[in-house]
Every structure is written in C-alpha cells, then in structure tokens.
C-alpha cells in the first residue's frame, strides 16, 4: 500500500512548530485570518494556529481541482465559500500541498478581488517539480519529490487522511 515514511510525526512536529513562529514573527500586530482549505489542510492549520503567539483569525473554505484521480483539473471548484468578509484583512491561504499550482493561482486571484490588505500562502508541502503555474508560495514546509503522498490530511479518494504522518503511496494503487 505505501512505498514508505517520507515525514515522520516528529518531524512534521518540528517543521510546523518553526513555520508558525515565523508566522507569528512576521505578523505581529496585524491580526491576519487564516484560512483553511479543506479538507486537506485541516491537520495542519489547527496544528499551525496552536502554536502561534498572536492572536489570528480563521475560516474554512472547500475548494476542489480534483476528481477522483492523481491529476489536477486546472479548473478551482468552490464547494464552500468563506464565511466571513476579508476586506482588510492580511489574509494567509493555509495549503496541504502545492502541485500544478492550478488551485493556490486560481484561489489568490479570486480571493485578491475581495479588498484583503494583502494574501500570502502558506503550504505544508510543494512538489515544485510538477508547477504548471508560477505562484509564490510564502511559507513552505518540504518541498519534496514528484509521488502521491497522503497523510496528515492528504488523501486519495477520500481515504488515508487519518495517518499521523506522510507517506508515500505505492503507484500499483493508482496505476491499474
Ligand atoms: P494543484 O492544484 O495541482 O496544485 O493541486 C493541489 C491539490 O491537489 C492539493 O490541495 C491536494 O488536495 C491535491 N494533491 C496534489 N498532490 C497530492 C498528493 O501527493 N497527495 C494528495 N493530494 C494531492
Ligand atoms: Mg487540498
């Protein structure tokens, strides 16, 4: 089923806790909203927003670009559109991987056109071997190479999100 442990729980541990200091660093006294892209990311936002040392903000959004395979669509569907206004507001996108880059490029520019004060992104993963689009992401916990992982929130086809840590999944799962 998995190749192997590509981030332990320990590490994962270490790297958030550094990402949400730095975090905390750069926003002092801005009162950003965080936003968790569900439901991928949601291990990592409440794991993120735990360890922060200023007072923040969150909301959820349910956005999809996927269907049931490994490929990204390139089109963002929103399922769940924020609950709260963000004009103003110092807004950081809360990703569980970045990919083709097709979501954060199309989510930025939707959320831009709300007035925020400024949107950065935040993504637990990058696999920048496989951007199709170029988006900066702000804060980056491991770039790492081009398989399909899940764990820590990230699945395939809704299943393995409960794993505490990330895993390589073996391509004879998806490749039939
Ligand atoms: P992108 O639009 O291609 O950047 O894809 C981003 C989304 O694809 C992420 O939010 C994930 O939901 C999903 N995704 C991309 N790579 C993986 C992976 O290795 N495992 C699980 N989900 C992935
Ligand atoms: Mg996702």
Known sequence: MFDRVLISKEEIDKKVKEISAQISKDYE??????????KGSMFFTAD?????????????????????STESSGILKIKTDLAS??????????????????TLYNLK?????????????????????????EVAVDYVGYAIPDEFVVGYGL???????T??????LSRSVYEK
């Open 48 to 68: 993120l927003l735990r360890y922060l040392t200023i007072p923040a903000q969150l909301d959820f959004m349910c956005v999809s670009s996927y269907g049931s």
């Open 85 to 102: 206004d963000i004009e103003g507001k110092h807004v950081i996108i809360v990703e569980d991987i970045i990919d083709s880059g097709n």
């Open 29 to 38: 006294g801005l009162n950003p909203v965080f936003i968790c892209i569900m």
């Open 163 to 168: 794993l505490p840590d990330v895993r390589i």
């Open 109 to 133: 520019n939707l959320l831009a056109t709300r007035n925020p004060a400024s949107v950065k992104i935040c993504a637990f993963l990058d696999k920048p071997d496989r951007r199709l689009r």
């Open 155 to 161: 699945d395939y086809n809704e299943d393995f999100r």
